[in-house]
Every structure is written in structure tokens, then in C-alpha cells.
């Protein structure tokens, strides 16, 4: 559509008229064609779009209630006024209705016109000016958050804090359920830092005992213990003049925690079996999904490292409450694979409605897994009910018809253990009590079902 100048086309059967609305517009300066019926204008319209149509209600054999639902069909944001000497209410209405920008009854003066296009005018360069300004944020979004997935109101709060803590050294706290895109935060902060050409390193504190983590942060010299057959750097040492991202922080043990807050704190220590104290820039960028205010409380956690850590607290929505990013989401992750599948607005609706205790996690594995099982081109809805556990627990009877034994059992055991955990507000040792089963078979579950 053309938008350097103000152009507009007047369509109107009577030469009079026509010469009169042509004349007042162009003295204002816009760049006006006319025709004398909607077919000719149509056809224009059609090579050359513009902005504004302003179109009489009586032609043949195109009138202007017509002329104006084609050009909607084709250019919605099209603006078009209607006039008429046959103007009543109803016709207003009508015309409104299917999109017009005004109604004008004739006869009017060439001020009244003025006026009225002068106010269309006005909105279209508005609606322009807006989508100019959501392009440059896209743009912008896309430039800055490239992994990062999401319009909602929540995910928009997070992107608007990320760039204004980015710029800064000060150590971050991100809180978050498991799966909820806390590595990614994390990367985004470190790529619109002043880091951003330095390392990112990273390090699962939850994984690893108090001596290989240790060995990990801090590195170790040679003959330090057993198998310590050469000198090798730890990750404060290679994330040297980036940032070091410790995930699961919540989970390391008291004396861990002692060590880690003399580095933040004098940013300094010597590998392990080591005598040569190492300074080194870092910025420290935590995670956690667990709630650490009341790991302080229990006294598992010290109070003064949570303070060193969080001196800028981040927490990220679970799925659940963003769940308008969901299409947004299974689109991205159908898209990776070669010959993504399709999924119909039913089956989006039943993933819009469910729970998602594994958050994103849970998601993509759910859409990998349904893209191979899937056996056509597109996903049917009663496929994605049965691996949201969801697809057989409302039938009393024939429940089992048409399912896969394998399929049913799936869907059956992690139904149970979803609605366990929200009787148990997600406390895992509740859980495993209530279905009788031990913590450490509740979590081995958890993993098969991607809840964790």
C-alpha cells in the first residue's frame, strides 16, 4: 500500500459531485484519482491500493456497500467512507458494520468533508505509526530474545526487566518452577550484557557432590586426590570476564555454601590442593526451583548468602498463567522439525486448558513426541487428551475403546500423579504418600512423564 503521500480515491457517478469532493480535497493538499462507478475503482484499487476510498452508496453495477466489502476482503486496513443522498439509519448501521471509517449524508459542505477526512486521516497515520512502533519492538525482541517465546503480559515484563538489569554487574536470582526457561533468561541477560563477547559458563550445582562440585567451581592442581592426574581450571576461572551461570543453586549443602559466599563476597579462591590464591571478574547469574526464603527459615540455607545472591530477584510465569504463548509455542516447536505437522484449534484448546506442571519443558517434549507418533499430517485431538492424561478420565465406560494398552496405561498413571500433586501443592514426598509409592519412584515417574 502506498503511504508516502496522502492519497485517496473518490468513487461517485455524478460528475458534479464527484468534481466538487476532488477539488475541496486536492486544495488540502492529498493526491486524489476519481472514477464514476465502483468496477473502475476497483480495478485501480486493486494495482495501486491506498489508504482512503470514499465511495457513493447509489452505483450500478457496483454500489458502495459492495465496493466496500471487497476492498475489506483484500485490505482490511483500508479506510472507506460512504456517502449517500438516500442516507438513513439503517444504512449507517450497515455500513459500519462491515467496516467503514464514516457515513456522510448528502448534500454537505466542502468544510463537513474536510473535517471528516481530515479525522480519518488522523487515525490512519496513528494505526501506522503503531505498527510501525510493534515492528521495531518484534524486531528488536527477535534481535534480543532470539531463544525467547512470547507475547503475554508477563513474558513482556520479563523482557522489559532483562533489558534494564542487563547492563549492570549486579548478581541475579531467577525463581522458577523447573522448566520454566530459567538457562534462557540467563543467556538472554549475559547477550545484552557488555559480556556478551565473553564466556557463558554454566554449571548444574544439583547434579554433583560437595567434591566434584568443588573441583568444577574452583578447578583442582594436580595429585589434588585420586585421579587428579593433571592441573585443570574450574568455571569461575573460564567464565573469566563473563558470566557464570549456577543452576539449581537451592540444592548445594551448607559447606558448599560457606565456599561460594567467601568467592562472591572477596571474589577470590584457590583451586583444590592449591596454595596461589586466583582473582577473577565474574558476574554470578543464579537459578532455583525451590523457594529459598523458607529454605532460610528451616536453616538449610544461609541467610547471608541469599542475600548476596538475590540482590536482584527474577521470577519467571509458569506456563499456566501464559498461556495465550501457547500456540506461539507449539508452533515454534513443530517448526524444528523437518516436516512439521499440523495441529487443529481443537487440539490447541485441550493444550490451552491443561494444568502443565512440567511447564515449557513438558510441552516440547510433548510436541516431539507427538510429531513422530502421530501417523499423518496432522495431530489429532483425541492423540494429544490421551498423553495429557486427560483423553480418559471423564468416561465411566468403553473408556479403554480404540486405545492402545501402552497408550491408556501412559495416560491413566500420569493423570493420577498430576492431580496427586496438586492435592499435595506440588510437595513430592505428599505425593508419593498418597499414592503409595516411595519419593525416589515418584521422581523416577516424574522424569517419565517430563513433570519434573
Excluded at 542475600?307 to 527474577?314: G, H, Q, T
Aim: glycine share 6%.
Amino acid at each position: 500500500m502506498t503511504i508516502g503521500k496522502k492519497k485517496i480515491i473518490v468513487v461517485d457517478d455524478n460528475p458534479t459531485m464527484r468534481l466538487g469532493m476532488v477539488e475541496s480535497l486536492r486544495r488540502e493538499g492529498y493526491a486524489v484519482s476519481e472514477f464514476e462507478n465502483g468496477e473502475a475503482a476497483l480495478k485501480s484499487f486493486r494495482k495501486k491500493p491506498v489508504p482512503l476510498v470514499i465511495t457513493d452508496l447509489k452505483m450500478a453495477p457496483l454500489d458502495g456497500i459492495a465496493l466496500l466489502q471487497q476492498i475489506k476482503e483484500t485490505h482490511p486496513g483500508t479506510e472507506v467512507i460512504v456517502v449517500s443522498a438516500f442516507g438513513t439509519v439503517e444504512t449507517a448501521v450497515q455500513a459500519m458494520q462491515l467496516g467503514a471509517a464514516d457515513f456522510l449524508t448528502k448534500p454537505f459542505s466542502p468544510d463537513e468533508l474536510r473535517v471528516r477526512v481530515k479525522n480519518v486521516w488522523e487515525r490512519i497515520q496513528q494505526r501506522r505509526t503503531l505498527d510501525q512502533l510493534l515492528a521495531e519492538k518484534q524486531l528488536l525482541h527477535d534481535e534480543l530474545f532470539p531463544e525467547m517465546i512470547g507475547n503475554s503480559p508477563p513474558m513482556q515484563q520479563l523482557f522489559d526487566l532483562i533489558q534494564r538489569i542487563a547492563k549492570e554487574d549486579s548478581t541475579i536470582l531467577i525463581e522458577g518452577e523447573s522448566g520454566t526457561g530459567k538457562e534462557l533468561a540467563a543467556r538472554a541477560i549475559h547477550q545484552n550484557s557488555e559480556r556478551n563477547g565473553k564466556p557463558f559458563i554454566k554449571v548444574n550445582c544439583g547434579a554433583l557432590n560437595d567434591n566434584l562440585l568443588e573441583s568444577e567451581l574452583f578447578g583442582h592442581e594436580k595429585g589434588a586426590f585420586t585421579g587428579a592426574i593433571r592441573q585443570k581450571k574450574g568455571r569461575f576461572e573460564l567464565a573469566d570476564g563473563g558470566t557464570l551461570f549456577l543452576d539449581e543453586i537451592g540444592d548445594i549443602s551448607t559447606a558448599m555454601q560457606v565456599k561460594l559466599l567467601r568467592v562472591l563476597q572477596e571474589r577470590e579462591f584457590e583451586r583444590v590442593g592449591g596454595e596461589v590464591t586466583i582473582t577473577v571478574d565474574v558476574r554470578i547469574i543464579c537459578a532455583t526451583h525451590r523457594n529459598l526464603p523458607r529454605r532460610v527459615q528451616e536453616g538449610e540455607f544461609r541467610e547471608d548468602l541469599y542475600y548476596r545472591l538475590s540482590v536482584i530477584p527474577m521470577q519467571l510465569p509458569p506456563l499456566r498463567d501464559r498461556r495465550e504463548d501457547i500456540p506461539e509455542l507449539v508452533n515454534h516447536f513443530l517448526q524444528k522439525r523437518s516436516q512439521p505437522k499440523t495441529i487443529t484449534a481443537e487440539g490447541i484448546n485441550l493444550l490451552m486448558e491443561y494444568s502443565w506442571p512440567g511447564n515449557i519443558r513438558e510441552l516440547e517434549n510433548l510436541m516431539e513426541r507427538l510429531q513422530v507418533i502421530a501417523p499423518g499430517p496432522e495431530i489429532d485431538p483425541q492423540l494429544i487428551a490421551v498423553h495429557l492424561g486427560s483423553g480418559i478420565s471423564h468416561n465411566t465406560s468403553g473408556q479403554y475403546d480404540n486405545l492402545p494398552l501402552d497408550d491408556a496405561l501412559y495416560a491413566f498413571e500420569k493423570n493420577l500423579i498430576v492431580h496427586a500433586l496438586k492435592k499435595c501443592d506440588n510437595v513430592k514426598n505428599r505425593a508419593a504418600k498418597l499414592l503409595g509409592i516411595k519419593t525416589s519412584t515418584l521422581y523416577y515417574k516424574l522424569e517419565k512423564f517430563d513433570l519434573l
